[in-house]
């Protein structure tokens, strides 16, 4: 069964532009979730997706945004991007994101932002 | 509000030798949780998981233990190798719960 895929692996973006992360869960996965990690703040939770519906967000602000597929397929956005947004953006699914749902990871996005 | 802490940013062991991650909580709601393993340019992986109805699971040469009283978790790699060296994170989550909530990691290093 393949894996959590996540592209583009690598992007550069300067301050002000936006970017769209796109993220494909394991086949049969419902829920997708997204956390951003940067150095010392280990891995700080975005948003989960389920069935197309945003069903929990964390603290971040309105210029992160997402949206999930009828294939379960998810897409992360980040508008009027800032340098502090330079991170390694990580994608996982699980079956049905309840909280003992193991979570599988794709290998990130990392962003920088110059 | 940091609601899982690993205190120890990092940890050097030798080859061999028993490796000790340790992981604090502070939300006795949490009533599950795992360590994840993750390298350079990778996602993380899951590792272990432990219910909180057990003190100890464990799975070949990793071993979690929990201890709910002092809201406490750790995992045992005995014998360490150098493949293991990576960043362990820890995580919590629980009944009702929607997301995982991470510590900030431990980079172990297993030395020959």
């Known amino acids: 069964k393949a894996g959590v895929t996540q592209t583009p692996r690598y992007l550069i973006k300067t301050r002000g532009q936006q970017v769209t992360l796109s993220c494909s869960p394991i086949s049969g996965h419902r829920s997708v979730s997204w956390y951003q990690q940067t150095p010392g703040q280990g891995l700080q939770f975005l948003f989960e997706y389920f069935s197309e519906t945003q069903r929990n967000k964390g603290n971040f602000p309105g210029r992160f945004s997402g949206r999930q597929f009828s294939n379960s397929r998810s897409e992360m956005n980040v508008s009027t991007l800032e340098l502090g947004d330079s991170a390694l953006y990580l994608c996982?699914?699980?079956?049905?994101?309840?909280?003992?749902?193991?979570?599988?990871f794709g290998p990130g996005t990392r962003l920088t932002v110059l | 509000d940091q609601q899982v802490k690993q205190n120890s940013p990092s940890l050097s062991v030798q080859e061999g030798r028993i490796s000790i991650l340790n992981c604090d909580y502070t939300?006795?709601?949490?009533?599950?949780f795992l360590w994840y393993k993750k390298y350079p340019a990778e996602g993380p992986t899951f590792l272990i998981s432990?219910?909180?109805?057990?003190d100890k699971n464990e799975d070949g040469r990793f071993t979690v233990f929990l201890n709910k009283s002092a809201k406490h978790l750790s995992l045992h790699i005995v014998p360490s190798q150098p493949g293991d060296s990576a960043v362990y994170f820890c995580?919590?989550?629980?009944?009702?719960?929607?997301?995982?909530?991470f510590g900030t990691g431990t980079r172990l290093l297993v030395s020959p």
């Open positions: 996982a699914s699980s079956l049905a994101g309840q909280g003992r749902d193991t979570q599988y």
């Open positions: 995580a919590a989550s629980g009944t009702g719960f929607q997301k995982l909530v």
């Open positions: 939300n006795s709601m949490f009533d599950y």
């Open positions: 432990i219910s909180s109805i057990k």
